[in-house]
T-cell receptor, first 115, second 117 residues
Framework: AQKITQTQPGMFVQEKEAVTLDCTYD???????LFWYKQPSSGEMIFLIY??????QNATEGRYSLNFQKARKSANLVISASQLGDSAMYFC????????????FGKGTMLLVSP | GAVVSQHPSWVICKSGTSVKIECRSL??????MFWYRQFPKQSLMLMAT?????????EQGVEKDKFLINHASLTLSTLTVTSAHPEDSSFYIC?????????????FGPGTRLTVL
């Protein structure tokens, strides 16, 4: 069974500052993928970044980077230079690459960016 | 990029009626579609997985006779909430996936907000 834990129900950050959203996971699989999604108040799920378990380098996508520490089973999302539009719910998710499995989501972290 | 649409975006219905929600992949053929339910301030809960042309696989605790899923083509899946009750009020999100994509990314629809009076 897979499990995603996001321990921060809410985070506050000032505009232009960096923020780290925590995510730890538990799985017995050797090959898996880790995802981060953003869900603004409109409800749509926006894909941000992906990290494969065998990827040696941390994934980066613009202002988003994923701090992947495999031994600690953590996949924290780092948002640099926060913007007001970053205020949203953020979900960490994982998917096993064995066979074809579904996404397992964490409970989410609400990020509020203040001016 | 891959686009998934949902229709309607919101619906209000009376208790006891049935509601159909459509999920379409607009610019790709989705081998698999997923249906999620999300209650306010909670995470997405997977309801079922459907592959084109076959019966949906429901998650434990989801009533298949209440939440009817039809995946008739590679671009369309429908979720019908039968005899809806107020406790079925929720945000329903579909996603579509292409099996051969390297990391099996799911493309999400914009969601449907269902309110049952």
């Amino acid at each position: 069974a897979q499990k995603i834990t996001q321990t921060q129900p809410g985070m506050f950050v000032q505009e232009k500052e960096a923020v780290t959203l925590d995510c730890t996971y538990d799985t017995s699989d050797q090959s898996y993928g880790l995802f981060w999604y953003k869900q603004p108040s409109s409800g749509e799920m926006i894909f941000l970044i992906y990290q494969g378990s065998y990827d040696e380098q941390n994934a980066t996508e613009g202002r988003y980077s994923l701090n992947f520490q495999k031994a600690r089973k953590s996949a924290n999302l780092v948002i640099s230079a926060s913007q007001l539009g970053d205020s949203a719910m953020y979900f960490c998710a994982m998917r096993s690459n064995s066979g074809y499995s579904t996404l397992t989501f964490g409970k989410g972290t609400m990020l509020l960016v203040s001016p | 990029g891959a686009v998934v649409s949902q229709h309607p975006s919101w619906v209000i219905c009376k208790s006891g009626t049935s509601v159909k929600i459509e999920c379409r992949s607009l610019d790709f053929q989705a081998t698999t579609m997923f249906w999620y339910r999300q209650f306010p301030k909670q995470s997405l809960m997977l309801m079922a997985t459907s592959n084109e042309g076959s019966k949906a696989t429901y998650e434990q605790g989801v009533e298949k006779d209440k939440f009817l899923i039809n995946h008739a083509s590679l671009t369309l899946s429908t979720l019908t909430v039968t005899s809806a009750h107020p406790e079925d009020s929720s945000f329903y999100i579909c996603s579509a996936s292409v099996r051969l994509v390297v990391f099996g990314e799911q493309f999400f629809g914009p969601g449907t907000r269902l309110t049952v009076l």
